[in-house]
């Protein structure tokens, strides 16, 4: 992730938590290549509310949903 891209998460953020729509949660960075989401999940390296893919959700749109969770308003 590029630092552009993490400040845009963070302005995004900073917006909803104003309009106290957010509030703020730990971003998740989860090694999608190292194990399974649901292992990582296990293990307790990062909480999540609904680590369960659907059919039609991609690898991306998973991984952006679970390091994004602040801008599913």
Do not use: H, W
Not at 13 to 27: I, K, M, N, P, S
Not at 43 to 58: C, D, F, M, P, W
Request: net charge negative; glycine share 6%.
């Amino acid at each position: 992730m590029e630092t552009r891209d993490i400040q845009t998460a963070e302005a995004s953020e900073g917006a909803l938590t104003d309009q106290e729509r957010c509030t703020r949660q730990f971003v998740l960075t989860a090694v999608l290549n190292a194990k399974s989401l649901s292992s990582q999940l296990r293990e307790g390296l990062y909480t999540a509310g609904n680590v369960g893919r659907k059919e039609n959700q991609s690898r991306e749109d998973e991984a952006n949903s679970l390091l994004f969770p602040f801008l599913l308003v």
